[in-house]
């Protein structure tokens, strides 16, 4: 089992940023593939970014690249995501998830997941 626990979220102003964190426990995390995803109210779960889990492909979608940056510290079993120029649309509860054997950017494919924290981007 693993254990993920994410932080960070929280108001800001749009052209803002914030650095979401996460911290997993409960496996080796230097296994693991990380990704980002959210969802806003009345939408679906989208991919926002994922990392491999030796920090060496990336992948991020068409709507935050250039913005946001995911990183991983596989030493303090934590995964971030630096999130600059905020927009309105990227209003949602963003997720952190786990995924063993296999890089994958869809969101049914990982095995853990947080609760999720909230990022509201105000105009």
């Known amino acids: 089992q693993v254990q993920l626990v994410e932080s960070g979220g929280g108001l800001v102003q749009a052209g803002g940023s914030l650095r979401l964190s996460c911290a997993a426990s409960?496996?080796?995390?230097?296994?693991?593939?990380m990704g980002w995803f959210r969802q806003a109210p009345g939408k679906e779960r989208e991919f926002v970014a994922a990392?491999?889990?030796?920090?060496?492909?990336?992948s991020y979608a068409d709507s935050v690249k250039g913005r946001f940056t995911i990183s991983r510290d596989n030493d303090k079993n934590s995964v971030y995501l630096q999130m600059n120029s905020l927009k309105t649309e990227d209003t949602a509860v963003y997720y952190c998830?786990?995924?063993?054997?296999?890089?994958?950017?869809?969101?049914?494919?990982?095995?853990?997941w947080g609760q999720g924290t909230q990022v509201t981007v105000s105009s």
């Open positions: 990392i491999s889990w030796s920090g060496g492909t990336m």
């Open positions: 998830g786990a995924k063993r054997k296999g890089y994958s950017i869809t969101w049914g494919e990982y095995n853990y």
């Open positions: 409960g496996r080796t995390f230097n296994n693991l593939d």
